[in-house]
């Protein structure tokens, strides 16, 4: 098993960047895929990246496909989700996520294990 944190979310401006990060616990981090989600007021939780166990492989929402980019240290347990030029559709509680799988996937239902979320609101 193993237990997500999330941080790094906040108030910013359109244009502006963050940094989400997401620790994990436990010496298994490195072998599960690792996912960023998230979940809009009123709208369904939603895909926006995904990495291999290693970080050779990667997967984007084309919603923040050139913006945001997802990274891992797996010496550091943690996934990264850096975001830049943000606009303020980007608004949400975003979610950190690990799975078992093989694959790299995009539907919430295959991820095994999830943070309990950091808000992060863009402002026009």
């Known amino acids: 098993q193993v237990q997500l944190v999330e941080s790094g979310g906040g108030l910013v401006q359109a244009g502006d960047s963050l940094r989400l990060s997401c620790a994990a616990s436990?010496?298994?981090?490195?072998?599960?895929?690792m996912g960023w989600f998230r979940q809009a007021p009123g709208k369904e939780r939603e895909f926006v990246a995904a990495?291999?166990?290693?970080?050779?492989?990667?997967n984007y929402a084309d919603s923040v496909k050139g913006r945001f980019t997802i990274s891992r240290d797996n010496a550091k347990n943690t996934v990264y989700l850096q975001m830049n030029s943000l606009k303020p559709e980007d608004t949400a509680i975003y979610y950190c996520?690990?799975?078992?799988?093989?694959?790299?996937?995009?539907?919430?239902?295959?991820?095994?294990?999830w943070g309990q979320g950091t808000q992060v609101t863009v402002s026009s």
């Open positions: 990495i291999s166990r290693s970080g050779g492989s990667t």
């Open positions: 436990g010496r298994t981090f490195s072998t599960y895929n």
């Open positions: 996520a690990a799975d078992k799988g093989i694959r790299l996937v995009t539907t919430t239902a295959a991820y095994d294990y």
